[in-house]
């Protein structure tokens, strides 16, 4: 629940493993609030292309469409380990990007599974706007790079 004076915090992939109660309300309230302010920023483009505030944060605004799309985010332990499979948004190499993995805690069988669920990561986030490359890391990942459309 938002507690009067603190902020929204979309679920990035590096937080705690386990939601609090009325999570999905709050997800489905931030997104409406995202797209309400795309309609009176954007002029024209509405609510199809990310505000100027996404391009200022685009992990945050990121991991809220995810969230929202109803997309697992991963999970981590109070010792950093991770706990729990699902995407996990970082800033991206260059301002203005993020960047979008799938992740997993060890022999959960994540490098099997990236492909497909990276795809539905970048369908979700391109309805929403945004553009998505698909890219090797290392050790071979795959991870997804997301910028705004130019």
């Given at each position: 629940?938002?507690?009067?004076?603190?902020?929204?915090?979309?679920?990035?992939?590096?937080?705690?493993?386990?939601?609090?109660?009325?999570?999905?309300?709050?997800?489905?309230?931030?997104?409406?609030?995202?797209?309400?302010?795309?309609?009176?920023?954007?002029?024209?483009?509405?609510?199809?292309?990310?505000?100027?505030?996404?391009?200022r944060q685009p992990s945050r605004a990121v991991a809220l469409v995810l969230e929202a799309a109803g997309i697992?985010?991963?999970?981590?332990?109070?010792?950093?380990?991770?706990?729990?499979?699902?995407?996990?948004?970082?800033?991206?190499?260059?301002?203005?990007?993020?960047?979008?993995?799938?992740?997993?805690?060890?022999?959960?069988?994540?490098?099997?599974?990236?492909?497909?669920?990276?795809?539905?990561?970048?369908?979700?986030?391109?309805?929403?706007?945004?553009?998505?490359?698909?890219?090797?890391?290392?050790?071979?990942?795959?991870?997804?790079?997301?910028?705004?459309?130019?």
């Amino acid at each position: 629940m938002v507690v009067p004076g603190q902020s929204f915090e979309p679920a990035t992939g590096d937080g705690p493993g386990t939601p609090g109660a009325g999570r999905a309300a709050e997800v489905r309230t931030a997104h409406e609030g995202l797209l309400q302010i795309r309609r009176l920023v954007n002029g024209p483009a509405g609510a199809s292309v990310p505000a100027p505030w996404e391009v200022r944060q685009p992990s945050r605004a990121v991991a809220l469409v995810l969230e929202a799309a109803g997309i697992p985010p991963s999970a981590l332990d109070e010792e950093g380990r991770r706990t729990r499979t699902g995407y996990r948004v970082s800033a991206g190499a260059e301002p203005g990007r993020a960047e979008v993995a799938w992740l997993g805690p060890p022999g959960a069988g994540v490098a099997e599974e990236e492909a497909a669920r990276l795809a539905d990561c970048a369908a979700a986030l391109e309805r929403a706007g945004w553009v998505c490359l698909l890219y090797r890391g290392p050790r071979r990942r795959r991870f997804l790079e997301v910028e705004p459309p130019r």
